[in-house]
């Protein structure tokens, strides 16, 4: 039986590249850095200051598994979701034997079920999921409340997370992420932490859940409709974009064209609480987080 102290990032990845060769349309980018990893096992302790021994954790697309390694190693349940068949296969081989509480679960991260119970996620995410991932992630943690999110993602889409560099990075994503979860932007990593290795820079982030004051009551389905409706052209005034109907208004509860109609035209007329006058002229990305919310709120008013 292969003990869990003798392996190492290094070796899981040479195993697996002495079988197979890693596939760039799963985003096979697999991590190598004993650093990175550690400091990434790190934070999933760290971010509530307990430790990971008996906590559910979910992998989304193992790989190798070098950060299933780490976790493993802090004797946390893992439950990992891996969709290539090789990895599979490697993975079976490699940590059937050892001496840990393992659960692979072979499949589609974003059509199978997942299981019940996860306190936490950690993934070095494949970019070409990154959005619906975290939609999926958000719909979990509404039934299944989350304790922190843990993601190695493209740096560039963690700033979009979270918003961090003012207008150009504002947008739906990060709008409506910003409803349930601080986003926490933590170390950047280099394409030479990977093999093989990305073409751009990826980044360590932590979404947290919180419990918003101003979110209470919010009807979030109509605010992730409008947001995306009016960054839909974030060059157009915000005049503009609201005058028109939201194409999926429809599928919001008691919402239909001739409301939205009524109500636009009422709402560029005035000043909401927390808007100057000339609002209406502002681009979308001009507006705060606090003024999205102002204005989901007037909308949506009886
Ligand atoms: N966690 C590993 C591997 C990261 S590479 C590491 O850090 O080294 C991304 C992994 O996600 C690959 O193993 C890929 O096969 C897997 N993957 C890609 N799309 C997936 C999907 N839709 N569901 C589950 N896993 C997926």
């Not at 493993?72 to 490697?90: G, P, R, T, W, Y």
Request: charged content about 30%; glycine content about 6%; aromatic content about 6%.
């Amino acid at each position: 039986m292969t003990q869990i102290e003798d392996l190492s990032p290094r070796l899981l990845i040479d195993l697996f590249r002495d079988r197979f060769h890693p596939k760039k349309s799963l985003g096979q980018h697999l991590l190598v850095d004993s650093e990175v990893i550690d400091h990434t096992i790190k934070l999933a302790c760290k971010s509530d200051n307990k430790p990971l021994e008996g906590k559910k954790i979910l992998e989304i697309g193992p790989g190798a598994g070098s950060l299933t390694l780490g976790l493993l190693k802090e004797k946390s349940k893992v439950f990992a979701i891996e969709i290539d068949d090789d990895a599979i296969s490697h993975l079976d081989r490699i940590f059937k034997n050892i001496d840990g509480d393992f659960e692979l679960i072979h499949g589609d991260a974003l059509s199978v079920k997942w299981p019940e119970g996860i306190k936490k996620i950690i993934s070095n995410i494949p970019y070409q999921i990154s959005s619906p991932i975290l939609s999926k992630i958000g719909q979990y943690h509404s039934q299944n409340p989350l304790e922190s999110i843990i993601l190695l993602i493209q740096d560039e889409f963690a700033s979009r997370m979270a918003m961090s560099d003012g207008e150009y990075d504002m947008g739906p994503l990060g709008l409506n992420l910003w409803l349930d979860f601080n986003i926490i932007l933590d170390k950047k990593v280099h394409p030479s932490s990977f093999i093989p290795q990305p073409k751009v820079n990826s980044r360590l982030i932590i979404m947290e859940p919180v419990n918003r004051e101003e979110t209470k009551e919010l009807d979030k389905n109509l605010f992730r409709i409008i947001t995306k409706h009016c960054f839909s052209n974030r060059r157009r005034k915000i005049s503009t974009l609201l005058s028109k109907v939201p194409s999926r208004l429809s599928r919001v509860r008691n919402w239909h064209k001739s409301r939205w109609k009524n109500k636009i035209k009422n709402i560029l007329n005035y000043n909401p609480p927390g808007f100057d006058s000339g609002w209406t002229d502002l681009r979308p990305d001009r507006l705060t987080v606090q003024q999205w919310i102002i204005l989901r709120k007037e909308i949506g008013k009886p």
